[in-house]
């Protein structure tokens, strides 16, 4: 499991909250290799609205980065 949002750090955040960013940050490693971890966590940091599902998280971190898919 990666942990890029560290529960200690980010007190103001729920441990479910935690779960799905840091869901979505392993999922992006996994996909994208050359990828900065900093830089990945703070597009988490910044996209992330309470009680946003992983999916929608995952598509504004990509758009932020630079990363959505190109293929439609």
């Not at 996994?30 to 929608?56: K, N, V």
């Amino acid at each position: 499991m990666v942990l890029l949002i560290d529960p200690y750090a980010h007190r103001l955040w729920s441990m479910s909250e935690i779960r799905v960013a840091n869901a979505v940050a392993a999922v992006l490693i996994r996909t994208h290799e050359a990828l900065d971890i900093g830089e990945l966590a703070r597009a988490i940091r910044r996209a992330y609205r309470p009680g946003m599902q992983a999916h929608s998280l995952k598509l504004h971190v990509e758009r932020d980065l630079g990363l959505e898919d190109r293929k439609h």
